[in-house]
């Protein structure tokens, strides 16, 4: 039992010291620019296809 | 009139055995629970079903050749289990964690609660009608974890003999998780401590985010092997999730996908409730183990976030997200913020919860590593 | 050159025999009927598409190790017919017939035309060149049923060479009810019994809804266990829909699982479709069989309805609504609907008919229990 | 086939009366109040949150 | 003590070889291609993290009873690559080809590529450290075709040990797409001939399209049985796609099936990344040829387009979508309408593009076929 | 090789003249008429339900 709790312990604290590691690298390395994470263009036009029909039949419908 | 005789001896009036006719009862239970009391509705439901199903006299619906004999393929092989913790993943934001790292060691220390049931099945040995062997014991513990595919792949790998009851705990304990946690919560906490405001959480880059997995998976690959399907799984969920660049993936891994998985993993899982396999002493014995797993995985949670106040009495910790350390995600971190609440109503601190809460989770799939690891 | 002579001996040319030529023609008549006739095809078309890909030579695309073959494995185990069951539960309305529960009589009433195609089989015998086993005639009279699952499900146990043909007779008859039921339903009604309007329906609560599954499966369990593998999926997809608490896996139940399967599903009915199977008298032998069938239990249906107004002269049925009996939802339940608007064109049937509709589906799936329990 | 069709009328005849029972006991003993079912918080919120993004959208486009 | 022994020779550290970290690093590179470049990210995530996982060590997730030893079924039995395939043909519009059905024969020259591949690679026998045999030769000139699913079916069926290898050269390539074919575009065409503009298409009928599929299957069945599977399955997405009465199967082949599939397939690619079969001279000589093949196929299409320009001077065709042969689709057919672009920004090139483009699926299926039919 | 290629030629070229044939077959048998695509009218009667319920709510939360 004190030796599974350990290995849990162990890991755990690694993964704490891991993530600080990171933070501050990630933080130095590549400071976050106010980007929207962007997607395959074919995607979203379709979204936006379907949306705008959406939208159209909306305020068709709401128009009548 | 031979006809008739071959037709009465085929119904499951003329065959119905008691044991059947309980377990039938037991699947109903199962199914009252989900839909009335919403108890995780998503996995009881199908196990419910599936208990009744498999218990129909003469149907053989869960024997050879039956459907649920090869749904059972799907956990025997891992996969089913191994999919749900992708979609699980896909489901995780790390992000509260991330914001602040030291909620993992709650997380870590609700884990107490397995290791605390290990000895506790061992010991029930001594109680007559009992008896469990070390892998049988391994498999209860991991009830403790308060996470339903990883108690399901422990046991198929350990004890397949006990998932149907190991697993009918683990979502029967989830769920009642906000009538369990709060006694403790409240017990071991002083009204000061209950009142104690968090920082608000940094932001996270999404940089971040998408290396974690990679970084979990590692540390999973170098240390614990065993432990490495599991957080792998869960870690190319989350990876989709995160990486922004294949989001058709991620969408059907969160719903699709997750909800077929599901649907088959319920009614695999309940065709284990047979009564050879359920109505049996040491079923008693799982279900007690359980709900002591459960509350000792909560107060090692709170207990161990006091300790990190006393260490580092700057940056105060509530006590109260302790208690999401148990995983049964997003629940405890919900629960934890409505005691909280309870004290002071403008303290919020159900995103804090989260930071343990899936810490909780990682921590289950490790202790789950070290079982099969050492017991295997 | 000796290249040009393998790949000559390797084309479809060299190697086409004339009844691999029939039969993709077959396919391409399915397709043709499931494209421009919009005869059931959610499954014809795969099935007619299918039968083109397994007939085409050296491709051995059904032959073992072949697409075809491991699909079929669905088929064989019983999953893919089990799953579509499901999915249709999780589509299936029972409140019509909740609100009205004697209309599940009509649903009785109309697998006469099963039990009469039976018979039709086995007299079938005394013609040269016909020869069906009674396990063959069971498989057969299911057609009768209407309930293309329900058929795949049971010629897959008692008579899988004929699968192919039973298929396609199952979803062609089904696709033809507009055409087949109307002149019988005229025949034996009088414009005054088709003019009859019925009471609006009662309202049926949420909590009856949600029983009538399990009540459902337990009947099931009690009096004939062989039909519970059918009747208990569909009762799961019907709580699945009903329960309120799982709607993301109804959801996915009633689209994208049922979809793949429907795919899968159609494709190895296909495979079954080889010349060495269809191409034979049987083949003629179950086509007209199926017709009489339908023709049978839709005539039952009415007859049945017209009975228990003579019993019950208050609360009168239209007896249009005994032909939804059939199964076939929804198409026979709008055909009753039509037959009785051309008498009265304010009279609207098609909830009422809903309730001997899906009391058909329930019916059907009985009647293969029993076919079952007494033939394997 | 008299069996065959004996046993699926029993079997729905049965089926009838106990409809009509446990359709007279939910009516005395759970008058059904008129409730809205419930969903899980998290989708019922999700859901929102996405019928929101989309009435934004439609709101914007439309008044551009 | 002994258990602290046991948990440490069970760690990845202590059984760490240098050649599963380097395929794990090897993993690592293919998912930051993935993420970072979005490098085909649908696919090389998955393949990249089955790489991951797959080496590490102790774990046996790509071991006999792993889950992706289980995954990898999917694709010896050549079901995941022909539902992809199905997928692929249900998101295809063939509307373009079918409105200039001379671009077939650009898709036609593009498959130069594959055949000039299998030359290279039985010559490449010659270096010493290589050894390729036809099998594995053919296997590799497929990546000439620049098509996933053709790729990874062909190596399923010819050269199973190279499969991994092969699958990351083909998705590599098709990422570098825009990258490899401008310089190739530029150097063969005249600034002339890229300022051609093309008549606008006609518009082609539901009827035409809905009858293609089936003229391409029953061409396929009479000359070349051996890519029936692979044409047939394209075909029964694309008349699904089309025929415009199956919609609900039609959404779900193209998102939820393909999804799927999609994650599994790369998962189970890169179960093969192992380092003996991947970290060979073998798999260098693999990217060399297939970065030759693709060099060569676009430069094949755009000189073709040149010699129709030749013989027929009505109707030019701009042979910059002659590059667009080698299938990747979209991409190949962006790069030609960006390169057209870059002469005259008013010359829409894409939809013209689309043709060829198609036709290239088509062309390397066939090709796929003719080498399955003579080294088979 | 030049066997291979031959092949893929002559399945494409094949298929060019077929293409062709069919085209001008379906142009004169069948002229395309001006219909949209029919669904089954349950799908329909089910999307429109969709629709409707999502606008309601967008012209409810909107008018608020
Ligand atoms: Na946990
Ligand atoms: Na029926
Ligand atoms: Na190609």
Request: glycine share 10%.
């Amino acid at each position: 039992m004190i030796i599974g709790m350990g290995i849990v312990y162990l890991f755990l604290a690694l993964l704490v010291w891991i993530i600080g590691v990171t933070a501050r690298l990630v933080g130095t390395m590549a400071p976050e620019p106010t980007q929207i994470a962007k997607r395959s263009s074919l995607e979203v036009e379709k979204e936006e296809a379907e949306l705008v029909a959406v939208i159209a039949t909306a305020v068709e419908r709401h128009s009548r | 009139m031979d006809a008739l005789m071959q037709l009465w001896a085929s119904t499951g009036l003329s065959n119905f055995q008691a044991d059947q006719a309980v377990m039938m009862a037991v699947g109903f239970g199962l199914l009252y629970l989900a839909i009335k009391k919403e108890f995780e509705p998503l996995l009881l439901l199908p196990i419910g079903f599936g208990a009744v199903l498999s218990n129909i006299p003469m149907a053989g619906i869960a024997e050879e050749g039956g459907l649920l004999s090869y749904l059972y393929l799907g956990i025997k092989s891992g996969i089913f289990p191994l999919l749900i913790f992708m979609g699980v993943g896909a489901m995780t934001d790390f992000g509260p964690m991330l914001a602040n790292p030291k909620t993992l060691l709650l997380g870590a220390a609700a884990q107490f609660g397995i290791f605390g049931t290990l000895f506790g099945a061992l010991a029930l040995n001594l109680i007559p009608g009992m008896s469990f062997t070390i892998k049988d014991a391994a498999a209860i513990a991991i009830i403790g974890g308060a996470d339903g595919p990883t108690s399901i792949y422990v046991a198929s790998k350990l004890a397949p003999e006990l998932l149907g009851a190991i697993a009918v705990a683990a979502y029967s304990y989830m769920a009642l998780v906000p009538l369990i946690q709060p006694p403790i919560m409240r017990a071991l906490t002083t009204p000061e401590e209950r009142l104690i405001e968090m920082a608000q959480l940094r932001h996270v880059s999404r940089l971040e985010k998408i290396i974690f997995p990679g970084v979990l998976l590692i540390l999973t690959a170098m240390l614990l092997p065993s432990a490495a399907p599991l957080i792998g799984m869960f870690c190319l969920g989350n990876l989709i999730r995160e990486c922004g660049v294949v989001d058709r993936l991620s969408k059907t891994a969160q719903n699709e996908m997750i909800n077929v998985v599901t649907i088959f993993l319920g009614l695999a899982v309940g065709s284990k409730l047979s009564a050879d396999q359920f109505l049996r002493t040491e079923t008693l014995g799982i279900l007690v183990l359980g709900a002591l797993a459960f509350s000792f995985g909560t107060a090692s949670g709170v207990l161990m976030a006091k300790l990190m106040n006393v260490i580092s009495p700057e940056n105060k910790i509530n006590p109260l997200i302790g208690a999401a350390g148990v995983s049964a995600v997003p629940m405890s971190a919900r629960v934890a913020n409505k005691v909280g609440q309870e004290s002071n109503p403008h303290n919020f601190l159900l995103m804090h919860a989260m930071g343990p809460n899936v810490a909780g989770v990682i921590g289950s799939a490790v202790a789950a590593g070290v079982l099969l690891a050492l017991v295997q």
